[in-house]
T-cell receptor, first 115, second 110 residues
């Protein structure tokens, strides 16, 4: 079946540094990828929708200059958390959709801890 | 009011029990409905889609009531491995974004 990978799975960084998270669809071309954030005991909150070759669409309240998204190819989207702060510590999960198929596949997530 | 609301639980049930989760949504334009399962510190995984006529997959039965904007998930003969958080997901059309409920936590005990 379709698989989505994320790298790294876990990252610990100092406050002020930037962190890049990669999301890859391994055996299908994803025209649309989604980036979510999940805080403990809360549900997934959509941060942005990324379409290959175009600018990402950010949800209200998500700073596009802080969370840079690049969807350079049909199999790769990246999220860069710039100048990370402790409040950015969270579980970041990407998701890819195969065309307009209803099925949405999730990556295994990246745990970010900012000290 | 949240777009998708679920009873957070936790639901603590013995093995073999039947348990039901409810979910309500506020966006009447919603067209697609799903139940996902999320294990602790893992990503969500699709459990089943929810169809208007109701659908069953083994021990799991999903129901949709569009008039009441209500979705349910019934788990029969609970197993220890069913312990997880169950997320209700609502999507506005095929290409629309998905909105997740906060999830209902189930713990099945021996």
């Amino acid at each position: 079946g379709a698989v989505v990978s994320q790298h790294p799975s876990r990252v610990i960084c100092k406050s002020g540094t930037s962190v890049k998270i990669e999301c890859r669809s391994l055996d299908f071309q994803a025209t649309t990828m989604f980036w979510y954030r999940q805080f403990p005991k809360q549900s997934l909150m959509l941060m942005a929708t990324s379409n290959e070759g175009s600018k990402a669409t950010y949800e209200q309240g998500v700073e596009k200059d802080k969370f840079l998204i690049n969807h350079a190819s049909l199999t790769l989207s990246t999220l860069t958390v710039t100048s990370a702060h402790p409040e950015d510590s969270s579980f970041y999960i990407c998701s890819a959709r195969l065309g307009y198929s209803q099925t949405q596949y999730f990556g295994p997530g990246t745990r970010l801890l900012v000290l | 009011r949240k777009e998708v609301e679920q009873d957070p639980g936790p639901f603590n049930v013995p093995e073999g029990a039947t348990v039901a989760f409810n979910c309500t949504y506020s966006n009447s334009a919603s067209q697609s409905f799903f139940w996902y399962r999320q294990d602790c510190r893992k990503e969500p995984k699709l459990l089943m889609s929810v169809y208007s006529s109701g659908n069953e997959d083994g021990r799991f039965t999903a129901q949709l009531n569009r008039a009441s904007q209500y979705i349910s998930l019934l788990i029969r003969d609970s197993k220890l491995s069913d312990s997880a958080t169950y997320l209700c997901v609502v999507r506005e059309g095929n290409a629309g974004k998905s909105t997740f409920g906060d999830g209902t936590t189930l713990t099945v005990k021996p």
